[in-house]
Antibody
Framework: QVQLVQSGAEVKKPGASVKISCKTS????????IHWVRQAPGQGLEWMGV????????KYAEKFQGRITFTTDTSSNTVSMELSSLGSEDAAVYSC????????????????WGQGTLLTVSS | QSVLTQSPSVSAAPGQRVTISCSGG????????VSWYQHLPGTVPKLLIY???KRPSGIPDRFSGSRSGTSATLGITGLQTGDEADYYC???????????FGGGTKLTVL
């Protein structure tokens, strides 16, 4: 069965960076894009970007350009998301999600999700 | 401020039918497929509808989706208390080159 298992909760200081991993299993890793979505407390879902594990092509939401990086490891079927220059506004639950269809010019939908990783940003 | 507009809340009685709307523009809903997600607190979002009206395997036909122009609608019939959740619409926005979500609609089953 398809599974996306994320790394555990993180506590970071303002200005620091965080790296969250998403280990996938149950399907061919390179055949499906992986997205990252976050939800701040009391807020809605926010798309952060997508990576194509077959060629490492990425697309980032404009809001995060310059401080977000997605990396893939085909040996462990894992995608990682690194976000730098953290501020209090980055405190949220971060989730990876698999793209069901794989249309680069019409991304989505998301059929399987990781369990979410809580990021706390506090001095 | 979300690119897609949803009513913050909707309520209905068990067994009734409810619709949740999602409004956008030509760069998003007007020219791209819409998907809908159910999100219960403490759980991961569940894909209910994709490509405007398709249901993934395992989603009951009580859930339906449609799109007209720059708006989309999620319909739920035979409401159950277990349907209480936040519902989000999402689509691709060609101007932003990324996925956009609605702000979410909280469904209360009275």
């Amino acid at each position: 069965q398809v599974q996306l298992v994320q790394s555990g909760a993180e506590v970071k200081k303002p200005g620091a960076s965080v790296k969250i991993s998403c280990k996938t299993s149950g399907y061919t890793f390179t055949k499906y894009y992986i997205h990252w979505v976050r939800q701040a407390p009391g807020q809605g879902l926010e798309w952060m970007g997508v990576v194509n594990p077959s060629d490492d092509t990425t697309k980032y939401a404009e809001k995060f350009q310059g401080r977000i990086t997605f990396t893939t490891d085909t040996s462990s079927n894992t995608v990682s998301m690194e976000l730098s220059s953290l501020g209090s506004e980055d405190a949220a639950v971060y989730s990876c999600a698999r793209d069901l269809v794989g249309r680069w010019l019409q991304l989505g939908p998301f059929d399987y999700w990781g369990q979410g990783t809580l990021l706390t940003v506090s001095s | 401020q979300s690119v897609l507009t949803q009513s913050p809340s909707v309520s209905a009685a068990p067994g009734q039918r409810v619709t949740i709307s999602c409004s956008g523009g030509n760069s998003n809903i007007g020219n791209n497929y819409v998907s809908w997600y159910q999100h219960l607190p403490g759980t991961v979002p569940k894909l209910l509808i994709y490509d405007n009206s398709k249901r993934p395997s395992g989603i009951p036909d009580r859930f339906s989706g449609s799109r007209s122009g720059t708006s989309a609608t999620l319909g739920i019939t035979g409401l159950q208390t277990g349907d209480e959740a936040d519902y989000y619409c999402a689509t691709y926005d060609g101007s932003l080159s990324g996925v956009v979500f609605g702000g979410g609609t909280k469904l209360t089953v009275l």
